[in-house]
């Protein structure tokens, strides 16, 4: 049964920082291509970040150079560190994977960033 189970999000000033955890159980994490999306109220989901199982990254531009993608496979672990947060930041965060040729996503954590 495969699972991502996402953690760290909650409300902060603008400027500040978050870590975003995503735990997965079920799959071979350490051979999957892992994302971040988010979801802000009346908008698309959107893809945030992405890394590859070979620790390649790539990101919206509305993010680089703020947030930083990374993986410790021991730990079945992504992570997404989130600095200079904006108010337009405010959104649902979820972590996605595509495992036995389907899409799983995570229940999502709320990031909300005050002005």
């Known amino acids: 049964q495969v699972q991502l189970v996402e953690s760290g999000g909650g409300l902060v000033q603008a400027g500040g920082s978050l870590r975003l955890s995503c735990v997965a159980s079920?799959?071979?994490?350490?051979?999957?291509?892992m994302k971040w999306n988010r979801q802000a109220p009346g908008k698309q989901r959107e893809s945030v970040a992405v890394?590859?199982?070979?620790?390649?990254?790539s990101y919206a531009d509305s993010v680089k150079g703020r947030f930083t993608i990374s993986r410790v496979n021991a730990k079945n672990t992504v992570y997404l560190q989130m600095n200079s947060l904006k108010p337009e930041d405010t959104a649902a965060y979820y972590c996605h994977t595509v495992a036995y040729g389907r899409d799983y996503w995570g229940q999502g954590t709320q990031v909300t960033v005050s002005s």
């Open positions: 890394i590859t199982a070979g620790g390649t990254t």
């Open positions: 079920g799959f071979s994490f350490g051979y999957s291509t």
